[in-house]
């Protein structure tokens, strides 16, 4: 059942963190569904302008629309990842977005405000919630290379002045995560006590952590044994991620470690069946190995086994 991300946070603020997982074709989506399903866990299904341009978005609703009668039990928002203002306002218009998010993070304060209050304004009219962002992560998000030394964490009063003015639902902070394969060269960090005092000073506010996977190292070296190149990749402590819905985080995006399965099982297919042709064999053991390792975040963000809880609250 599709839900509202409003409900979905309702049921998770300051008891557990949702996982957010980007899909972008038919196996991710399958994976993506009997994982949660496994894990009895509500979760967010992402999908950014990438993915809307790789797969169609038609084609993408249709996938998902149908998974949703295919798996009556499971319970879900869709939400877009990192929009601009255009595929905002279209996934707005669409009817099938439950939230969306505007990144106009790269602008300055003043534009960001700008773009976000016009987004929030079309999104209000229409029952839908919007996460917007302030701070820069570092890494590389789509159409933006943001060098990691200069990306800056999300400011506490500047934060402040900028739900207030935005009206905004949720917002993504800079805490030191970044997106891709490499985060945290040299001393770089989370900065758990940026993320506390972001919580003291917006009690309530449905905080998101981007650039949150932990590219298992076990993956890493899967995908090096199989003729890859990924020296130096490194992620999240995923540990680390356990405590954060204590301090407002309600929800985790992950998007990489589903890419590093993705890598390892195919180049494991490529290396070890020469004479292999049938793509559906990879497909097949890259869904089963997504969808466990979905179950397995669900454990680690707390979400796995709430989707009762999410059912009461959605009968009240
Ligand atoms: O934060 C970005 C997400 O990982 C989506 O990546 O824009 O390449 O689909 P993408
Ligand atoms: P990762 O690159 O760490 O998976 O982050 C994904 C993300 O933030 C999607 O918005
Ligand atoms: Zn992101």
Not at 29 to 45: D, W
Request: net charge negative; charged share 25%.
């Amino acid at each position: 059942m599709i839900v509202t991300t409003k409900e979905l946070f309702a049921a998770a603020y300051g008891k557990f963190s949702i996982g957010a997982y980007n899909i972008n074709n038919m196996e991710q989506i399958l994976g993506l569904f009997r994982g949660n399903q496994q894990s009895k866990a509500p979760f967010i299904l992402q999908i950014s302008r990438g993915a809307r341009k790789y797969a169609g978005k038609q084609i993408l609703e249709a996938l998902i629309r149908e998974c949703d009668k295919m798996f009556p039990d499971v319970i879900f928002a869709v939400h877009l990842d990192h929009g601009d203002e255009d595929s905002a306002h279209d996934s707005i218009d669409s009817g099938f977005y439950s939230s969306i998010m505007i990144d106009a993070s790269m602008e300055s304060f003043e534009k960001n405000v700008e773009i976000t209050k016009r987004v929030v304004d079309h999104a209000h009219e229409k029952g839908i919630r919007v996460e917007a962002e302030i701070g820069q992560l570092g890494g590389v998000e789509e159409h933006i290379a943001v060098d990691e030394a200069n990306a800056h964490l999300t400011d506490v009063e500047e934060a402040k002045k900028f739900v207030e003015m935005t009206g905004c639902d949720s917002l993504a902070v800079a805490v030191g995560t970044s997106h891709g394969a490499y985060k945290f060269s040299g001393s770089q960090k989370i900065h758990f006590d940026r993320l506390q005092e972001l919580n003291k000073a917006l009690p309530g506010l449905p905080m998101v952590m981007h650039g949150s996977s932990s590219v298992p190292q076990e993956e890493v070296q899967r995908i090096e044994a199989a003729g890859g190149k990924l020296s130096g990749a490194k992620g999240v402590n995923e540990n680390d991620l356990r405590d954060v819905h204590k301090y407002g985080v309600v929800k985790i995006n992950i998007d990489t470690d589903g890419r590093l399965i993705w890598t390892s099982v195919h180049r494991e297919y490529l290396r070890d069946k020469p004479a292999g042709i049938d793509l559906r064999d990879p497909g097949k053991q890259y869904m089963e190995e997504y969808a466990n390792f979905i179950a397995h975040k669900n454990e680690v963000f707390g979400s796995a086994n709430q989707i009762d809880a999410v059912k009461e609250l959605l009968k009240k």
